[in-house]
């Protein structure tokens, strides 16, 4: 299904309503959440987790949430295939946790950073490039238009190529990387308080450092985490994360 509209009032769902078979299933496929938040608290990164957790059940992958920086190891981290940040902030990782995550990536891990991941280790430029940019504040809530700049990709293939949605629009510190690949641009003329102009990328996905990188900005409200289209939207990250196509 192609979603031409997002519903801007979002209705609560069950996860069970979000379609299954949509994502092809990878046996064993083991999935690391992180919730630990420094800086910024997200209330909805604990729904958020667990609404991964549910998501993991409906499309037969593991899933494992921690806000424990101990699990960042590497005999640890190599039981994962994707490694999600879902609103992390702050400083998350001492020195031993970050060695062992650039390994984890390097070693052809994958990482999926939801909203507030742009948030965090803005100290650590390396973290900065796997997540392709860090945040630099943001105006009130409120609903845009978005356009997919890339219908093909696992995670916005089900969208239309402009639809409605309200959210935390973020704004950026620096242009993003040339290898950066856009999934998703914000129109700031249909909302107050964007500093990109004409391009204002909100999601996209790389591959950086032997691994596989994929962020979205979207994901403010715990709400979201119960919406079919953001749900697939997540799922096509992590399967895309995982180097598992469709």
């Known amino acids: 299904m192609r979603y031409c509209l997002i519903i801007l009032a979002v209705s609560v769902f069950s996860i069970s309503s979000f379609a299954s078979g949509k994502m092809p299933a990878k046996d064993n496929l083991n999935i690391l959440v992180y919730t630990k938040a420094n800086g910024f608290v997200h209330e909805s990164r604990i729904p958020g987790a667990a609404a991964l957790k549910l998501l993991g059940q409906e499309h037969n992958f593991q899933t494992t949430i921690t806000s424990d920086s101990t699990m960042f190891a590497p005999d640890i981290l190599s039981r994962f295939d994707v490694v999600v940040f879902i609103s992390t902030s702050g400083t998350v990782l001492g020195d031993e946790g970050k060695k062992a995550f650039q390994n984890f990536i390097r070693n052809g891990g994958g990482f999926v950073g939801i909203h507030g991941a742009s948030t965090t280790e803005y100290e650590w430029d390396w973290y900065g490039r796997l997540v392709g940019a860090y945040f630099d504040g943001h105006p009130r809530i409120q609903i845009a238009t978005i356009h997919t700049t890339d219908q093909t990709h696992p995670s916005t293939k089900h969208f239309s190529a402009r639809w409605q949605w309200e959210d935390e629009w973020y ?21 107050e308080g964007g500093n990109h102009s004409d391009y204002h990328p909100i999601a996209w996905s790389q ?16 709400e979201y985490y119960t919406h079919p289209a953001f749900l697939e939207h997540l799922a096509g990250g992590i399967y895309w994360a995982a180097g598992v196509s469709n």
């Open 171 to 191: 704004n950026w510190q620096a242009s993003l990387s040339e290898n950066v690949n856009v999934l998703l641009t914000v129109d700031e003329n249909t909302y």
């Open 207 to 222: 591959e950086f450092d032997g691994g596989r990188s994929w962020y979205t900005s979207l994901g403010h409200k715990a």
